[in-house]
């Protein structure tokens, strides 16, 4: 019988290549780079083993004058930097995947703080690499330092080569690169490099032109172009400019890798964008070239991906997050297994590898970044090593994983939940505005967990340390969460409210007790909660204030790339926003704030507080289980996600996992438990 997805395996020539099938894992950032090359093709070569028919890294800056620190990204400033990337081809290429490079030089995009010699830019422009307020600005690039970056670009490409890969790119998206800069209508340049659209595209025209000339013979050369910066006029459109140039170099490139720009467009979350979301403004761009068409806008799902390619939009299906919440999508495809796919719920904690600097890690997906410093695998994890039977406390992301992945090593075990369903805060949060896409978290995991016969499940089972211990296990760990205040304390405040009447808690929203009237909600938690509860509460005719002693709203919400959608939402909706305030006081009917930094006083008339400050553990049954432990009547006793450290739900996820790889081994607290590089 024919597959309906057998059009996905379709083997795609790009240029003197061919793509085993049309999986493509599109350059993403991982935190990895340049400093983590073990870890990086470890990671890598997990995705080709799970089916990625190419597998690229992330833009790779190709001189030092293009540092594009304090990121990590890759380097092939020079033949020393040759080997680790030979490294990762090669890692790539063992399991029948093509690898690809994304080559870049950065202008006022990098704010060189390593290299210390400034960037060449469209002209002397303000940074906005690094923090994105980095004083200084970068160089004029004269024609000559133009020509001499061709250069750099060209012996880099060989040195790509050289290393093994097979698609080079040249890189004209996210407005990060030179490349790009130049095609810009803001570019007013007054030579041949400036001007007319024929002129701004001049720069990357040779820049393929000369990349095809150096690896042509053997490696395809890719354009990765974003079509659309959605802010209108003033940047490239899908439906001007942007069309023009991909007729301009219809088919100089071996293939058009399309999305949009910023970055925080690209990879919009699912809180703001659907699968597909790019289709939009990417699907003109095969009209205009005969060559293959990658594209993204998270797919997940097969039948998704079928009618892009059915319907014309794209030849590859690119994917960055899909590919890291489920490196053994394609697999799973193929397999038709299609319920056993880990869907991407679209949070971008994975960039925060990125953002923050340290390797990237997954909401769904605990062993992303784990590959070489843990030795984890998405797929395979070490069969039981006894007949122990444990019993899971706790049916949330911390309980759901722990049991899964327990289940999956072949334990026994008993999973129960106080609750009439499964998911925890998973349950509650993505009932919320624009979070419906998080339920994937408890879902995927509910689907596994019900296809092992040995492992039991019980809901509205409220568990206490005697009925503990009269079920007679052994092994318990307890994945029972943790409550949010009601009292204000938080990184900004130590002393409790003496007065709480009509002071709320995320955990009351969640129950279905919502404040009315005027609601303040205090957020000293900074993620997205304060500001998807403030959305919820319009949503039910509150007039909202919220207040942050951060100095910016959802500060958080930056590294994941979605603060200024959080802002726009808010401001749209009428929400008051107050940043830099500290909670000074309150009685029903006042709050009184104090500026974080003059102390200045604020009196807010209103009816209601809503805190999102922090959680409490909810550990009691794990401290009224120690002295058992104590008197070996259980052998082992332990507290994993939010009961143990609250944290955002990839940590929850992680601690689960962690927790079943754990159990059975000798922990050696003196040991540092992973490789280091
Ligand atoms: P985490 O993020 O660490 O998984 P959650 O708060 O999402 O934590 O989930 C904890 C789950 O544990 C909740 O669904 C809660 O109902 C359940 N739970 C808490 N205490 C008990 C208990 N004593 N017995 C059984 N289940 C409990
Ligand atoms: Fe998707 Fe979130 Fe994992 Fe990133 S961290 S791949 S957005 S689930």
């Not at 910023?262 to 060559?291: C, H, M, P």
């Not at 349950?427 to 092992?452: F, I, N, Y």
């Not at 990184?491 to 929203?509: G, K, N, S």
Request: net charge negative; with cysteine.
């Amino acid at each position: 019988m024919l597959s309906p997805f057998s059009v996905l395996f379709e083997p795609v020539p790009i240029g003197p290549v061919v793509a085993p099938n049309r999986f493509y894992q599109v350059p993403h950032c991982n935190g990895f780079g340049h400093r983590m090359p073990q870890s990086h093709a470890a990671m890598r070569a997990v995705k080709a083993e799970g089916g990625w028919g190419v597998v690229c890294t992330e833009e790779v800056e190709i001189h030092y004058t293009t540092d594009l620190s304090p990121y990590v990204e890759g380097r092939l400033w020079d033949d020393e930097d040759i080997a680790p990337y030979a490294r990762i081809a090669e890692a790539i290429h063992q399991h029948g995947a093509l690898a690809g490079i994304e080559l870049t030089y950065n202008g006022h995009a990098a704010s060189n703080l390593y290299s210390r010699s400034p960037a060449f830019g469209m002209r002397s422009m303000s940074l906005i690499g690094g923090s994105g307020y980095e004083p200084g600005q970068c160089r004029a690039a004269s024609k000559d330092d133009l020509r001499q970056i061709r250069r750099w670009h060209r012996a880099a490409a060989l040195r790509a080569r050289q290393a093994g890969f097979d698609i080079i790119y040249c890189y004209a998206a996210h407005g990060l690169s030179l490349a790009f800069h130049l095609l810009s209508p803001r570019n007013d340049r007054s030579d041949e490099y400036g001007g007319s659209l024929t002129n701004r595209v001049r720069f990357l025209r040779e820049l393929i032109e000369d990349t095809k000339e150096a690896v042509g013979d053997r490696c395809a050369v890719a354009l990765r172009f974003a079509v659309d910066e959605l802010i209108g006029p003033e940047g490239l459109t899908h439906d001007g400019e942007a069309a023009e140039i991909v007729s301009l170099l219809a088919e100089l490139p071996d293939l058009w890798d399309v999305n949009i720009a910023g970055w925080s467009n690209d990879s919009a979350t699912s809180r703001f964008e659907k699968e597909g979301y790019q289709e939009q403004y990417i699907a003109f761009v095969k009209r205009l070239t005969t060559r293959p068409v990658v594209g993204v806008g998270r797919y997940t799902s097969p039948e998704a991906m079928v009618s892009a390619i059915r319907r014309g939009v794209m030849d590859l299906i690119g994917a960055a997050r899909p590919s890291i919440a489920d490196p053994f999508l394609p697999q799973k495809i193929r397999e038709h297994r299609l319920e056993d796919i880990r869907e991407c719920i679209g949070c971008n904690i994975c960039v925060t590898g990125d953002t923050r600097f340290v390797p990237i890690r997954c909401t769904q997906n605990p062993t992303m970044g784990e590959e070489w410093r843990r030795g984890w695998h998405p797929e395979r994890i070490a069969p039981r090593k006894s007949d122990s039977q444990i019993l899971v406390i706790g049916g949330g992301p911390a309980g759901l994983e722990a049991a899964r992945a327990l289940g999956q090593r072949g334990y026994a075990v008993v999973l129960i939940e106080a609750s009439r369903e499964w998911g925890g805060r998973i349950a509650h949060e993505s009932r919320l505005p624009g979070l419906q896409e998080w339920r994937r978290v408890a879902d995927w995991r509910l689907t596994q967990l019900k296809k092992m016969p040995h492992v039991a499940m019980y809901l509205s089972s409220p568990t206490t340390a005697s009925d503990v211990l009269e079920t007679g296990f052994r092994h318990i760990l307890i994945a029972t969460g943790a409550t949010w205040r009601r009292d204000g304390v938080g990184r900004h405040r130590h002393i409790p409210l003496t007065e709480t009447a009509q002071c709320f808690t995320p955990d009351d929203v969640f129950a279905g007790r919502l404040p009315a009237g005027r609601v303040v909600i205090y957020d000293d938690d900074h993620y997205y909660l304060g500001s998807v509860l403030a959305e919820h509460l319009v949503e039910h005719g509150c007039r909202v204030t919220l207040v942050t002693p951060a100095p910016t709203i959802a500060c958080w919400t930056q590294f994941t790339l979605e603060q200024e959608r959080i802002y726009e939402r808010l401001l749209r909706l009428g929400v008051i926003l107050i940043p830099h305030h500290r909670l000074a006081s309150w009685t029903p009917g006042l709050l009184t704030l104090t500026h974080i930094i003059t102390a200045t006083p604020t009196m807010l008339p209103a009816d209601a507080l809503l805190l999102v400050t922090e959680r409490i553990p909810n550990d009691d049954l794990y401290h009224h289980l120690l002295p058992a432990l104590h008197q070996r009547q259980i052998h082992t006793l332990r507290r994993i996600g939010d009961a143990e450290a609250p944290g955002i739900i990839a940590q929850a996820v992680f601690s689960g996992h962690l927790a079943a790889r754990e159990f059975d081994e000798v922990i050696d607290p003196d040991r540092t438990p992973f490789r280091r590089e």
